[in-house]
């Protein structure tokens, strides 16, 4: 699916272009925006969708070609 590696690409890299995992990705996003911020709100409801496409995403990535 296209949007399972568009969401791979954002929930991996930080805003500086930094690698990340999905966790630390999450995380990033809490302590930049704070726990009540509407964005953070919607990353935590989104937040299981968004694991299980990283998950599809590299499980595919490691199929061979």
Same mark, same amino acid.
């Given at each position: 699916?296209?949007?399972? +590696? @568009? !969401?791979?690409?954002?929930?991996?890299?930080?805003?500086?272009?930094?690698?990340?995992?999905?966790?630390?990705? @999450?995380?990033?996003?809490?302590?930049?925006?704070?726990?009540?911020?509407?964005?953070?709100?919607? !990353?935590?409801?989104?937040?299981? +969708? @968004?694991?299980?496409?990283?998950?599809?995403?590299?499980?595919?990535?490691?199929?061979?070609?």
């Amino acid at each position: 699916m296209s949007s399972d +590696a @568009l !969401w791979y690409a954002d929930m991996t890299t930080g805003p500086d272009g930094q690698d990340f995992t999905v966790m630390e990705r @999450l995380a990033e996003i809490r302590e930049r925006y704070g726990p009540d911020d509407l964005v953070t709100r919607f !990353w935590k409801k989104a937040e299981p +969708a @968004l694991i299980e496409a990283v998950r599809r995403t590299q499980a595919r990535a490691a199929q061979p070609m």
